[in-house]
């Protein structure tokens, strides 16, 4: 089936130095993509999103990529904080009325060290 | 302004018996969705609301499971029998009009099934 992945499932990262975390994604028709950051105990907090006619994205200290060639997404953190560790989802979701179905891939552990 | 709230933040319960859970959206949000989240897991989906309706409730795992948004604002997860299969983080989101928009989460709700 249709299915949304990570790469990796935990990456560690010292403290300032910038973070990637990598999503595959394998639904064709999927045109809007999510990043959401979670940290332990609270619910997933939305941080940048994509759609499929742009292949980037900058937010604040965020970027999101987008390579449709081969469905893959990622989201660098410039300048990382210990307050950026936290497990990281790509969500994907189709923006067809009536298809549109927002699904969470497994997540990756980011683990900032001081 | 205030986001998603969920009641109760834990709750423990034993095998057999009925459990509600609570969910306020962001106000005038027009869609509400649920989700469960397993240990190490992406959010899954169950039900999603629009207004009052349930426009999509294939992620119902089977009829245990029940919700309602009767004013098209607060909403109530209703599982009957728990079985211990059923403990994880219940999470509810809203978003501003439907499934194309940016969901915005709550804190969830842990469920534990002794």
């Known amino acids: 089936g249709e299915s949304v992945g990570l790469h990796l499932p935990t990456l560690s990262v010292q403290e300032g130095d910038n973070s990637i975390i990598n999503c595959a994604y394998s639904n064709s028709a999927s045109d809007y993509f999510i990043w959401y950051k979670q940290e332990s105990g609270k619910g997933p907090q939305f941080i940048i999103d994509?759609?499929?006619?742009?292949d980037k994205r900058q937010g604040q200290r965020v970027t999101v990529l987008l390579n449709k060639t081969v469905k893959h997404l990622s989201l660098q953190i410039a300048a990382t904080q210990p307050g950026d560790s936290a497990v990281y989802f790509c969500a994907e979701n189709t923006l067809n009325f009536g298809n549109e179905k927002l699904t969470f891939g497994t997540g990756t552990r980011l683990t900032i060290i001081p | 302004g205030a986001g998603v709230s969920q009641t109760p933040s834990n709750k423990v319960t034993e095998k057999g018996k009925y459990v509600e859970l609570r969910c306020d959206p962001i106000?005038?949000?027009?869609?509400l969705y649920w989700y469960r989240q397993s240990l190490g897991q992406g959010p899954e989906f169950l039900i999603y609301?629009?207004?009052?309706?349930?426009?999509?409730d294939s992620g119902l795992p089977n009829d245990r499971f029940f919700a309602v948004r009767p004013e098209g604002s607060v909403s109530t997860l209703k599982i009957q029998r728990t079985e211990r299969g059923d403990s994880a983080v219940y999470l509810c989101?809203?978003?501003?009009?439907?499934?194309?928009?940016?969901?915005?989460f709550g804190p969830g709700t842990r469920l534990t099934v002794l």
């Open positions: 106000s005038g949000h027009t869609a």
């Open positions: 989101a809203s978003s501003p009009y439907s499934r194309a928009d940016t969901q915005y």
């Open positions: 994509i759609r499929s006619n742009m």
């Open positions: 609301f629009q207004g009052t309706g349930a426009a999509d």
